[in-house]
Nanobody, 117 residues
């Protein structure tokens, strides 16, 4: 069964760093576009970062220059390196992808990131 498992969330002070991981099973990240979404309490979910199968990346304006998304095909894992964190980065972060052939969307369970000031 396809499964995405996030890890690496936690509590960090403003200005600190955190690296999130999303490990996949029964699906290959090599040929998929992978997204990191985030959702803060009372707010809509937003796309924070994206990486395509060719390695192209996209970022929300709010995280550009601070976040970096990357992919390790050998480990079938996607990472989100978050630097110079701000309190407004506090949210649950979700890993997401769409199966190439079936088009089915898959989501991880989410990992909480809390940034204190």
């Amino acid at each position: 069964q396809v499964q995405l498992v996030e890890s690496g969330g936690g509590l960090v002070q403003a200005g600190g760093s955190l690296r999130l991981s999303c490990a996949a099973s029964a699906i290959s990240f090599r040929i998929n576009t992978i997204n990191w979404y985030r959702q803060a309490p009372g707010k809509q979910r937003e796309l924070a970062a994206q990486i395509t199968s060719t390695g192209s990346t996209n970022y929300a304006d709010s995280v550009k220059g601070r976040f970096t998304i990357s992919r390790d095909n050998a480990k079938n894992t996607v990472y989100l390196q978050m630097n110079r964190l701000k309190p407004e980065d506090t949210a649950v972060y979700y890993c997401n992808t769409r199966a190439v052939i079936s088009g089915t969307e898959y989501w991880g369970q989410g990992t909480q990131v809390t940034v204190s000031s």
